[in-house]
């Protein structure tokens, strides 16, 4: 049976789940990440966090299963 993956890159964290081609969740990942302001009104968030937490999440996922068939990354 064929797996999905689904990623959300929103605005406090990185949200993932893995399901099946019946739409069964199989697993979830959810980590957080700063926000910073640097200054009035500036709102900055480090792109390598995104990336640090996608990989982890894709880690976890490839842990003990067969390959995914699709990714779809937001």
Do not use: N
Not at 3 to 22: E, M, N
Not at 34 to 62: I, K, N, S
Request: proline share 8%.
């Amino acid at each position: 049976m064929g797996r999905l993956i689904g990623i959300d890159v929103g605005t406090t964290a990185v949200k993932a789940v893995l399901i099946d081609t019946k739409g069964q969740r199989l697993a979830e990942f959810s980590a957080p990440y700063p926000t910073h302001h640097p200054a009035p009104g500036w709102v900055e968030q480090d792109p390598e966090d995104w990336l640090r937490l996608v990989m982890a999440a894709l880690r976890q996922f490839a842990e003990g299963g067969a390959p995914a068939l699709a990714i779809c990354l937001t």
